[in-house]
């Protein structure tokens, strides 16, 4: 089971060493495609599109646009961090290069196919609940 092991056990039966340096490799590109990337901002703000142009009052002027400098600076931010030099020698996957060679995650490589859906599912649905509140609204 477990035992108390001692410092000075540990210090003996220890072999200490100094730590690898390895140089960090920085990699700030995505891996996908930049269409890709625009369609996901495209969806968001499709949906404070229909929003605001169904539910256009003046009090929503300001949240809408609030919500959209968020979705901006939420997806504009991490377009320049791909973009920083010289440490990132990386770009964003050609769509034909992603077609061909698909996405490593951290569970393994992502057909192009199963990886489009899996980064557009949420925008879509949020885009489509957009369009059926406001279809909703409409008919109420």
Do not use: C
Request: hydrophobic share 50%; aromatic share 10%; proline share 6%.
């Amino acid at each position: 089971m477990s035992k108390r092991i001692t410092q000075e056990v540990v210090l003996e039966r220890a072999r200490i060493v100094e730590a690898p340096r390895t140089p960090t490799k920085v990699d700030r590109s995505f891996e996908l495609p930049r269409a890709l990337y625009g369609a996901t901002v495209g969806a968001y703000l499709g949906f404070l599109g229909v929003t605001a142009l169904a539910f256009s009052t003046p009090g929503l002027i300001i949240p809408m646009v609030i919500f959209t400098f968020f979705i901006v600076a939420g997806f504009g931010l991490p377009t320049i961090w791909t973009r920083m030099r010289p440490d990132n020698d990386k770009s964003a996957k050609s769509w034909t290069r992603f077609a061909s060679e698909g996405i490593m995650t951290h569970t393994g490589r992502l057909a192009a196919k199963d990886a489009t859906i899996q980064v557009l599912i949420l925008p879509v649905l949020v885009l489509l609940w957009g369009f059926a509140v406001v279809t909703i609204a409409a008919t109420v």
